[in-house]
């Protein structure tokens, strides 16, 4: 009987040692397979993470470089390396190595021993400049040690170029204007100092003083520029309009015979009359100036599509010399400087032209072959005939 009992205890106690066993290494297999499912959540959040940040580094305008405490890059974004024209992997290089660059490597040094640096300009050394604007600073961990430097690159070339551009205004500015305006006091004061009292050179004084003043065309280009002009948009009938300005310049091509023809058919514009007026003067006028004595200068136009009219001047003079095609409707841009300053003329006339058929929301072209004429085309938008005022 005891030994019934015992080897029942015995068996029972098998049976409970398997049973735990079991349910033991269930617990343990279920905790294992949690911790690797923890883990591989782990993984791939970091994964996301650092793919996330690789898209908002690469995002970034500004070119970012990322130096760690071995004066290794750690990091360089995509615009960084847009900026410096590089395709290979720059992780693990010191900057000389990867950009051959002193400056650049000698700007690191010194954020790394002053801390930071800001607005430092650099030029990067290529056949069209590119200024980059570099900020840089040194990331130090909580017990203040340094981890690395980062390198913001900003790129400057275009607003280094406006700058130069605004210069180069001004300097042409002041030069045009130094010549007729010593004029206009020069002449005033003689009249002033006495010669108005003879009528003939009172008118003659006058002339020139009105023929000088056609400079402060600069002052127009300046204002529609900087847009302070604002457009009075109306419905502009176009033939009457062209009728009107040849009609203003008759007598001047009467002194060339040139022949002015009125060659528009019925189209409205939505256009600021009297800028619509000065763009075709402004072309007329150049058309008489500039082409031949004898020919003749003709305004026409037609419906470009749906939304657009297209308006044009044409000559049959010598036309413009291929290579000029170009800049023509630059500021200050002539073919021939002495003919067009002999003329009056200042350089500005097509680039006035060009500010309000762009203001208009139009664009402006000319068609010229050596010999046989130029053509100057532009667009404005359609007008509604029903809303022309009377
Ligand atoms: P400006 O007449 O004051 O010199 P514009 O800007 O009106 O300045 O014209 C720029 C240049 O374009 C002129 O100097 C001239 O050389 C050239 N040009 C303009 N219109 C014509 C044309 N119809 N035929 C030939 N050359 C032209």
Known sequence: MLLFLTILAVAAAVGIHFWWRQKFRRQQRQVQAKMEEFQRRQQQTTIDGNAQQQVLF?????????????????????????????????????????????????????AEGAGQVFDYELKLPELSERWLQVNAATISNSAGDREGTILVFHDLTRLKQLERTREEFVANVSHELRTPLSLIKGYAETLLDGARNDPAITERFLKIIERNTQRLDLLTISA???????????????????????????????????????????????????????????????????????????????????????????????????????????????????????????????????????????????????????????????????????
């Open 224 to 390: 529609l520029e900087s847009g302070r002009i604002k457009l009075n948009l109306q419905p502009v009938n176009v033939h009457p309009l062209a009728e009107k300005v040849l009609g203003d310049l008759k007598a001047r091509a009467g002194a060339k015979n040139v022949k002015l023809v009125n060659n528009v058919p019925d189209l409205i514009a939505t256009a600021d009359e009297n800028r619509l007026e000065q763009v075709l003067a402004n072309l007329v006028d150049n058309a008489i100036k500039y082409g031949r004595a004898q020919g003749a200068v003709s305004i026409g136009g037609q419906k470009n599509d749906a939304d657009q009219i297209e308006i044009f001047v044409q000559d049959d003079g010598p036309g413009i010399p291929p290579e000029s095609l170009d800049r023509l409707f630059e500021r200050f841009y002539r073919v021939d400087k002495a003919r067009s300053r002999e003329q009056g003329g200042t350089g500005l006339g097509l680039s006035i032209v060009k500010h309000i058929v762009q203001n208009h929301g139009g664009k402006v072209w000319v068609k010229s072959e050596f010999d046989k004429g130029a053509t100057f085309f532009f667009t404005l938008p359609k007008g509604e005939k029903s809303q022309l005022r009377d």
């Open 58 to 110: 690469n995002s970034m305008l500004e070119g970012l470089l990322v130096i760690d405490r071995n004066h290794r890059i750690y990091l360089a974004n995509r615009a960084f390396k847009n900026l410096f024209g590089i395709k290979t992997e720059l992780r693990g290089k010191t900057v000389m190595e990867a950009l051959r660059m002193h400056e650049l490597a000698e700007l690191v040094d010194r």
